[in-house]
Nanobody
Framework: QVQLVESGGGLVQAGGSLRLSCAASGSTFSIVTMAWYRQAPGKQRELVAVINHIGIADYGDSVKGRFTISRDNAKNTVYLQMNSLKPEDTAVYYC??????????WGQGTQVTVSS
């Protein structure tokens, strides 16, 4: 089992920045990829960014060039630096961890609200 705890959400004005953190505990040795997803009201959950155990990252098209995902394996923590935030980035952001057996674990979510 893997437990994920997110932090860092909040309210920010358009053009501002936020950094989300997600700390993993439990069977962290089994984690292969960590990712951030988001879900806005009335929309499907979408991938924001993903990073594997050797630091290779990929991003959703809507956040490329604005968001950066990073991972500290020693601390079992993944970060999402969000810059140049837009109102359309408003959503609940969820941390995800996937293990070697392709099992997904999810955090409880953290609200990010960007005002115009």
């Amino acid at each position: 089992q893997v437990q994920l705890v997110e932090s860092g959400g909040g309210l920010v004005q358009a053009g501002g920045s936020l950094r989300l953190s997600c700390a993993a505990s439990g069977s962290t040795f089994s984690i292969v990829t960590m990712a951030w997803y988001r879900q806005a009201p009335g929309k499907q959950r979408e991938l924001v960014a993903v990073i594997n155990h050797i630091g290779i990252a990929d991003y959703g098209d809507s956040v490329k060039g604005r968001f950066t995902i990073s991972r500290d394996n020693a601390k079992n923590t993944v970060y999402l630096q969000m810059n140049s935030l837009k109102p359309e980035d408003t959503a609940v952001y969820y941390c995800n961890a996937r293990n070697v057996r392709q099992l997904d674990y999810w955090g409880q979510g953290t609200q990010v609200t960007v005002s115009s």
